[in-house]
């Protein structure tokens, strides 16, 4: 009995190790230590707040535009194309959730074509370069960050820095994200795009 009890307590302590290193690896967040506002020595505010679309949109929008509120920036930029191409983009819809929100239409800039993370660094790379935005805080869910930022920080390589402010939690992430087969699914997907995403970073 007691050597089973052994086998279990080392089957959780394993399985907890695993949970933690997935987060580690995939959940940036480097306002975290910060506290609700920004402040100065590496919490300082940003030119612009980024949302991406995808996954959970509305977690990410509410996310960003509580940043805004909180005065981390005083531009919000949202990007994403219309899953239908006949309809508005996700980044009209995103717009309107922010105005909705209270955040006014004047500080919020669109990037409506990108339909994929590397079309969302892009295309708010074109934006920033505009409107001469140095620095973004992207926000994205949890099990998204790590990869945008790698994608992120490519595109804005001459251009300035890029922070990562992932959601709390999102309908696909939640807090006890490892009791949820989808979240597992979500994980196992990121991870080998991230390492494809360091890969094609590391070629000439």
């Not at 306002?31 to 707040?49: E, H, K, R, V």
């Not at 991406?52 to 990410?60: C, E, F, L």
Request: charged share 15%; glycine share 8%.
């Amino acid at each position: 009995m007691s050597k089973l009890l052994g086998s279990l307590i080392g089957l959780v302590i394993i399985l907890g190790l695993i949970i933690f290193g997935v987060n580690r690896f995939v959940s940036l967040d480097d306002l975290a230590g910060c506290g609700d506002q920004p402040t100065s020595a590496g919490c300082a505010p940003a030119d612009a707040i980024v949302a991406i679309s995808g996954g959970d949109t509305s977690a990410r929008t509410d996310e960003a535009v509580k940043l805004y509120q909180a005065g981390w920036a005083k531009t919000l930029i949202v990007s994403g194309a219309a899953l239908d191409p006949r309809g508005p983009s996700n980044a009209a819809a995103m717009r309107r959730h922010a105005i909705d929100a209270g955040v006014p239409a004047s500080a919020i800039l669109t990037d409506n074509l990108s339909q994929d993370t590397s079309g969302n660094a892009l295309g708010v790379a074109l934006v920033a370069k505009e409107h001469n935005l140095r620095t973004i805080i992207v926000v994205t869910s949890p099990y998204h960050q790590q990869r945008a930022s790698i994608v992120f920080n490519r595109a804005f390589i001459d251009i300035g820095t890029v922070r990562n402010h992932p959601t709390p939690t999102d309908k696909y992430w939640p807090s006890t994200w490892w009791t949820n087969p989808t979240s597992w699914y979500l994980v196992a997907s990121e991870m080998i795009k991230t390492i494809a995403e360091l890969t094609r970073s590391k070629m000439p």
